[in-house]
C-alpha cells in the first residue's frame, strides 16, 4: 500500500515568508508526527496528533510553528516568518493505535526547506 | 529528560569486516529502543527494535541486544556489504510516543 507522502518534496523561500508543509499519513494511521532533520540539531521532534488533537507539543521551537491535522488524516505543518534556522529537512510519521498502543513509526521522504 | 548519544562518525570499513556502533540511552521508566537506517537519497527506515531489557532486535544481518544495567543498545554486524553504507540512527521511545534520537553515525563500506 502507499506509504506516508508528503509534499512538496523541496521549498525554497525567503526570509519572512509563511510557508506550508503538507503530511499525508497511511490510510488508517491515526496518530501523525512531525520531526525535523537539522545539521545542527539532528532529529528533532516537533509535534504529536493522535487524530486530530495534538496531546504533545512540546518540540515546536517557537510560536512560528503550527500545525492542524482534519479528518483524522492529512496534517498542515505551518512556519510564519521564516528565519534561516528554520532551514531543514522536515519529516512526517504515522502510526497504528491499537488498544492504545502505538505500534511502529512509519516515516516519509520529507521537506527540503530552505530558508535564503 | 530522554536522550540518545550514539558514537560520531563517518565509520569507514572494508566488506565483509565487522561493524559495532555504540548507542547509550538516559530515560526515565523502560523505554523501547529502536535502529533506524537512513540510505543515500531516501528516507528513515526501522530497521530493528526491542521492546526489553535483554530482548535482541535483529534484521538484515544487524543485531543489537537492550542492555538494561548498561544503558545501551549497540548495533553490531558481522559482515559488512557496500550496500549497508547508510546514516544509522539510535532512538528511543518513553512515555509518550515521540522518537529521541540520537546524532546519527555514517557508515561508509568500501569495496
Known amino acids: 500500500g502507499a506509504g506516508v507522502s508528503q509534499s512538496p518534496s523541496n521549498k525554497v523561500t525567503e526570509k519572512g515568508k509563511d510557508v506550508e508543509l503538507r503530511c499525508d499519513p497511511i490510510?488508517?494511521?491515526?496518530?501523525l508526527y512531525w520531526y525535523r532533520q537539522s545539521l545542527g540539531q539532528g532529529l528533532e521532534f516537533l509535534i504529536y496528533?493522535?487524530?486530530?488533537?495534538?496531546?504533545?507539543k512540546s518540540g515546536l521551537p517557537s510560536d512560528r510553528f503550527s500545525a492542524e491535522r482534519t479528518g483524522g488524516s492529512v496534517s498542515t505543518l505551518t512556519i510564519q516568518r521564516t528565519q534561516q534556522e528554520d532551514s531543514a529537512v522536515y519529516l512526517c510519521?504515522?502510526?497504528?493505535?491499537?488498544?492504545?498502543?502505538?505500534?511502529?513509526?512509519?516515516f516519509g521522504p520529507g521537506t527540503r526547506l530552505t530558508v535564503t | 529528560g530522554n536522550s540518545v548519544t550514539q558514537m560520531e562518525g563517518p565509520v569507514t570499513l572494508s566488506e565483509e569486516a565487522f561493524l559495532t556502533i555504540n548507542c547509550t540511552y538516559t530515560?526515565?521508566?523502560?523505554?523501547?529502543l529502536f535502529w533506524y537506517v537512513q540510505y543515500p537519497g531516501e528516507g528513515l527506515q526501522l530497521l530493528l527494535k526491542?521492546?526489553?531489557?535483554?530482548d535482541k532486535g535483529s534484521n538484515k544481518g544487524f543485531e543489537a541486544t537492550y542492555r538494561k544495567e548498561t544503558t545501551s543498545f549497540h548495533l553490531e554486524k558481522g559482515s559488512v556489504q557496500v550496500s549497508d553504507s547508510a546514516v544509522y540512527f539510535c532512538?528511543?521511545?518513553?512515555?509518550?510516543?515521540?522518537?529521541?534520537f540520537g546524532g546519527g553515525t555514517r557508515v561508509l563500506v568500501k569495496p
Open positions: 510519521a504515522s502510526s497504528l493505535v491499537m488498544s492504545g498502543k502505538n505500534y511502529e513509526q512509519y
Open positions: 490510510s488508517g494511521h491515526t496518530a
Open positions: 496528533f493522535q487524530g486530530n488533537s495534538a496531546p504533545d
Open positions: 530515560a526515565t521508566g523502560y523505554p523501547s
Open positions: 526491542a521492546t526489553k531489557a535483554d
Open positions: 532512538a528511543l521511545k518513553a512515555a509518550g510516543n515521540k522518537l529521541t
